[in-house]
């Protein structure tokens, strides 16, 4: 992908770290040069725009959490309320991970050097306050730290078996959309004993 160089900017230096993070996995692989050569720009060129590769990581997890929130909430319709709502969500970010690994990796298992922006950090936070909020519309009854509970215990379950399945330590042999029913069975059974 050999781009003009008048057409380099922020948002094509982040399209492109963030396509090879989820080809090569991860972040291990990924260098200032790696990302120059896709765009078809000198590395120093990226300095620029971005003050550093780990400034240039943070601001695609940014974008990154941006792409997986806006994928969970595509084509929600009216008859998608409550817990259901809770399901759809845990089941299309399911479907996002699985088809990019490499983004998973990148967002629960690579460190990132430095600090984050302000923005990054305030974007870091959103999808957690979103589960949270799905917790709390779906019951109205629950106060704000019971949601806060349930969301974290549902997240890090989720997170825990979606973990054992990236990296082939599952104890049950179990395909794409096996291991997907069976996150979300124990999904519903755990909220519906979380909620009592």
């Known amino acids: 992908m050999v781009i003009n160089k008048k057409q380099v900017n922020k948002e094509i230096i ?3 770290a963030l396509r090879l993070i989820d080809e090569k996995q991860g972040i291990k692989e990924v260098t200032l ?3 120059a050569k896709e765009i078809g720009c000198a590395h120093t060129n990226l300095y620029n725009y971005f003050g550093s590769l780990d400034e240039i990581f943070w601001e695609s997890l940014s974008k990154l959490l941006s792409l997986m929130m806006d994928y969970s909430n595509s084509g ?3 008859q998608q309320q409550g817990e259901n709502k809770i399901y759809l969500t845990i089941s299309k970010v ?3 991970f699985m088809e990019h690994p490499g983004w998973y990796r990148f967002m ?4 990132l050097g430095g600090r984050p922006s302000p923005e990054v950090a305030i974007s870091i936070h959103r999808p957690g306050e979103g589960f949270v909020t799905l917790v709390k519309i ?3 009854e629950i106060d704000d730290d019971k949601a806060k509970q349930v969301a974290n215990i549902l997240h890090s379950y989720f997170h825990g078996e979606f973990c054992k399945w990236i990296n082939n330590r599952g104890l049950v042999d179990s ?4 291991t997907k029913a069976m996150i979300l069975t124990n999904v519903k059974t755990l909220y519906k004993l979380l909620i009592q």
């Open 14 to 16: 982040i399209e492109t």
């Open 33 to 35: 040069r790696d990302i």
């Open 76 to 78: 929600d319709s009216e």
């Open 94 to 96: 399911i479907d996002f």
């Open 108 to 111: 629960w298992f690579d460190s």
């Open 138 to 140: 779906a019951n109205s």
């Open 175 to 178: 395909d794409r959309e096996g």
